[in-house]
């Protein structure tokens, strides 16, 4: 079954702190691997895309690695701000259907000052 | 940010009611998305067009249905709406279409609360 699995499930850290979300998943075929960002009441925004191809891409502080032989990816955010907090969704294309799109459940992320 | 819109972005009606959510974008995409999402669930798709007059059903079973008359405009109606319903309604279009590397828009949403 394709699957997207996200940990950990929340997180909460200090401004200034780095952290690393983990994303992994059992989507075959796979074609690419998307990190969205949703605020709270507010709907995702787009942060990175990897391919097949790529190894790491970075977005200002938010730096996303893939590891296609062992099916993982990792979201990591260097020197946290408040408005970090959020919810952080891996989704997956790929399947028989690439058109498919599967959503991971997201980890909760919240930074205190 | 995405010129994708919604409306209502709460609304709390009786069971019994029909309902339309509303949603629009400006960017001229063909492809539109309604998802739901539960409190710390993935987000699952109930419904999809491809451009005007095309609509399918998505992954998750819905009672509710929708149309795609105008490119800009994909609105989502529940003819009889029941405390189950009680969801968070998310809307999407996507760009490029058809592409493998498509992006999604996401609109701020709609809460639902039947009560």
């Known amino acids: 079954k394709n699957q997207v699995e996200q940990s950990p499930q929340s997180l909460i850290i200090l401004e200034g702190k780095n952290c690393t979300l983990q994303?992994?998943?059992?989507?075959?075929?796979?074609?690419?691997l998307r990190w969205y960002k949703q605020d709270t009441g507010r709907g995702p925004v787009s942060l990175t895309i990897?391919?097949?191809?790529?190894n790491t891409k970075s977005n200002g502080r938010y730096t996303a690695t893939l590891d296609a032989d062992t099916k993982q990816s990792s979201l990591h955010i260097t020197a946290s701000q408040l408005s970090d907090s959020a919810s952080y969704i891996c989704?997956?294309?790929?399947?028989?259907?690439?058109?498919?799109?599967?959503f991971g459940t997201g980890t909760r992320l919240q930074v205190f000052p | 940010e995405a010129d994708i819109y919604q409306t209502p972005r709460y609304l709390v009606i009786g069971t019994g009611k029909k309902i339309t959510l509303e949603c629009s974008q400006t960017?001229?995409?063909?492809?539109m998305y309604w998802y739901q999402q539960d409190p710390g669930m993935e987000l699952h798709l109930i419904h999809y067009?491809?451009?005007?007059?095309?609509?399918e059903k998505g992954d998750l079973s819905s009672e509710s249905t929708v149309s795609r008359i105008r490119t800009e405009h994909f609105p989502l109606t529940l003819e009889s709406a029941r405390p189950s319903h009680t969801s968070q309604y998310l809307c999407?279009?996507?760009?490029?279409?058809?592409?493998?590397?498509?992006?999604?828009?996401f609109g701020s949403g709609t809460q639902l609360s039947v009560l």
């Open positions: 960017m001229g995409h063909d492809k």
């Open positions: 990897m391919t097949f191809s790529e």
């Open positions: 999407a279009s996507s760009d490029p279409t058809g592409a493998t590397n498509e992006k999604l828009f």
């Open positions: 989704v997956v294309r790929g399947g028989k259907n690439t058109d498919k799109l599967i």
């Open positions: 067009s491809y451009g005007v007059n095309s609509t």
């Open positions: 994303c992994n998943y059992t989507v075959s075929p796979f074609s690419n």
